[in-house]
């Protein structure tokens, strides 16, 4: 019986030193230091926002379809597609064997009227010494009256003579001109310089006035065009400078001033018109590609 108290008072005891232990242990887990809560940072209207995100094209001020001025047959073609021109540069030539017969023969007339009007010229002044030769005689009373008035209108009339051949030579001469003129609408010749775009006809072709024969396209300065809502009216002032991005060119971003705000909204779609040009070498950018402009929107 003793073995058996003594038994149980070694249980009792052994029980209450694990229930010490298990008190002990639970002020040490309460006090371990809490886990460090993740922030994620808001944007405040302050500073924050949202950009406003404009895109447009890129354009160049000179970009036209050059025309043929007359009808012929394209002879040849000195310009493709990727080259470069300077302004007055022929492209492509039309036959001229007509326009340089008729501008020999223009020349010729010219020339042959010039040397009729200094024969009338000199005529004119052999008439004009027979009159003042017989003005003198009449006032010596050596001829009758009859006579003095028959050398003045010889005279007079001669002059009419000259005044005619002068009007020929410059109906002439304008003819030779007009047909420099036509001349000059054989060679196809670049406006500006730029760069061939695109090529329209063939070598041998015939064409008629008002053909397109090319696409000729400046490479610089290049602009963007781009339209926001009405709410940047007065927010986006010319000078201001922007920031242009292009996602399908990896590089940084280019830089851009403004050049030109609309100063009225469109009233059909409730927008502004915007013109910004870019600043520094092009690099990449190309006219026709579409850029993206990040704007801050308006308080």
């Known amino acids: ?9 070694a249980a009792v005891f052994s029980g209450a030193l694990l229930l010490g232990g298990c008190e002990e242990t639970k002020p040490a887990q309460a006090s371990a230091p809490p ?13 924050g926002a949202a950009p406003f995100i404009a895109s447009g094209p890129l354009v160049v001020e000179n970009q036209v379809d050059v025309a043929a001025e007359r009808a012929g047959v394209l002879f040849r073609i000195m310009a493709e597609p990727g080259t470069r021109v300077s302004k007055g540069q022929v492209l492509a030539t039309l036959d001229d064997r007509q326009v340089q017969a008729d501008r020999e023969a223009a020349a010729a007339k010219t ?3 010039e040397a009729d009007l200094k024969n009338w010229e000199a005529e004119a002044k052999v008439l004009d ?6 003005q003198r005689m009449w006032d010596a009373q050596l001829i009758t009256k009859e006579q003095l008035d028959h050398a003045r209108y010889k005279a007079e009339s001669d002059h009419w003579d000259v005044e005619r051949v002068r009007e020929l030579l410059i ?7 007009s047909l420099d003129l036509e001349y000059e609408k054989t060679r196809i010749r670049a406006p500006f310089q730029g760069l061939v775009a695109r090529r329209y006809v063939s070598p041998g072709q015939r064409v008629a006035a008002g053909d397109r024969l090319f696409w000729v396209t400046a490479v610089a300065p290049l602009r963007v065009k781009f339209t926001l809502p ?18 399908d060119v990896q590089e940084a971003a280019h830089a851009a001033k403004v050049i030109q705000v609309s100063p009225v909204v469109d ?33």
């Open 230 to 247: 009405e709410r940047f009216l007065g927010q986006i002032k010319v000078g201001q400078r922007l920031t242009v991005t292009s996602p």
């Open 35 to 47: 886990a460090t809560p993740v922030t994620v940072p808001t944007q405040t209207a302050a500073g």
């Open 129 to 134: 010494a027979d009159y003042q030769r017989a």
């Open 267 to 299: 009233p059909s779609s409730g927008t502004i018109e915007v013109v910004a040009e870019m600043q520094g070498p092009p690099g990449p950018l190309r006219p026709g590609m579409s850029v993206a402009i990040p704007l801050e929107n308006p308080q």
């Open 1 to 9: 019986m003793k073995k058996i108290r003594l038994l149980a008072s």
């Open 111 to 113: 020339r042959s009227i």
């Open 171 to 177: 109906n002439a001469r304008d003819t030779e001109r």
